[in-house]
């Protein structure tokens, strides 16, 4: 069942992680920057879904060079 405006909400990020994943998604396949940014999220909410446990220090050093490589740090 398609999702109405209703049934969205806004999430705001940074002008400068926008503008990467513009330049990250592009002939990627991905149609905008709100699409990849739903795929990413509801991976990442999944993974936490099916595997809740407690993450290794490799896995949080990861986790950190990632955001870090989009912007959050």
């Keep these: 069942m398609p999702l ?3 049934d969205k909400v ?3 990020i940074p002008r ?3 503008d990467k994943i513009k330049g990250i ?3 990627s396949g991905f ?3 709100n699409e990849f940014t739903v795929h ?3 991976d990442l909410v999944s993974v936490r879904k099916a595997a809740p446990r407690d ?3 490799d896995e949080i050093d990861v986790i950190r060079k990632r955001l870090k490589n ?3 740090f």
């Design 10 to 12: 806004t999430i705001k």
């Design 31 to 33: 149609r905008s920057v």
């Design 40 to 42: 990413v999220l509801r």
């Design 25 to 27: 998604i592009k002939d």
């Design 55 to 57: 993450l290794s220090q």
């Design 70 to 72: 989009l912007g959050y």
């Design 16 to 18: 400068p992680l926008y």
């Design 4 to 6: 109405t405006e209703k």
